[in-house]
């Protein structure tokens, strides 16, 4: 499985950015799918899941409100629409796929079994 993250960039704060995770070699639709970041110097953490069909989401509180996670399972695509970006959402960005076929998401990173390579996230000031 290949997960390719895209999407990432240079934005003031108040300002949007919508990331993309195109996967591959896999039944994507099956499926629940993550976004995590991790900031310099501090541990990967959890952003945003979405189960199998898309119709359940579930978000960190730090990004509850903000950001919106979706999927489109005829393109193999997860996607992170951030809004109101914050100096602190700076962080480089993974998409990860989870373990467990028709689940409903997770928010632990061991839960996942398959990492796209990150995109970079800074948010200015």
């Known amino acids: 499985v290949q997960l390719q993250a895209s999407g990432g960039g240079l934005v003031q704060a108040g300002g949007s950015l919508r990331l993309s995770c195109a996967a591959s070699?896999?039944?994507?639709?099956?499926?629940?799918m993550g976004w995590f970041r991790q900031a310099p110097g501090k541990e990967r953490e959890f952003v945003a899941s979405?189960?199998?069909?898309?119709?359940?989401?579930y978000y960190a509180d730090s990004v509850k409100g903000r950001f919106t996670i979706s999927r489109d399972n005829a393109k193999n695509t997860v996607y992170l629409q951030m809004n109101s970006l914050k100096p602190e959402d700076t962080a480089v960005y993974y998409c990860a796929a989870d373990r467990v076929e028709w689940g409903i998401g997770a928010v632990r990173a061991d839960d996942y079994e398959y990492w796209g390579q990150g995109t970079l996230v800074t948010v200015s000031s």
């Open positions: 979405i189960d199998w069909s898309g119709g359940s989401t």
């Open positions: 070699g896999r039944s994507f639709s099956r499926y629940p």
